[in-house]
């Protein structure tokens, strides 16, 4: 897959699931390019998100039990 821009390789990478992600990443490796480096980057913002919506969810179940 080639890419010509940063903006088409990023948003194509918003647009996978996380295994999907995961697996284009692994299989841009070898290559070390700017491929690779977009996709890591983007892995790391969703997982990033993901963790912090996954322990904002927590924080209000902790509130709501407290009023």
Do not use: G, H, W
Request: glycine content about 0%; hydrophobic content about 40%; some cysteine.
């Amino acid at each position: 897959m080639y890419y010509r821009t940063y903006i088409e390789l990023i948003t194509f990478c918003k647009y996978l699931s996380i295994p999907q992600l995961i697996a284009y990443k692994n299989a841009v490796k070898e290559m070390k390019n700017k491929e690779f480096l977009i996709a890591l980057e983007v892995l790391k913002i969703r997982l990033k998100t993901e963790k912090y919506l996954e322990n904002d969810k927590n924080t209000n179940k902790l509130f709501k039990n407290i009023k």
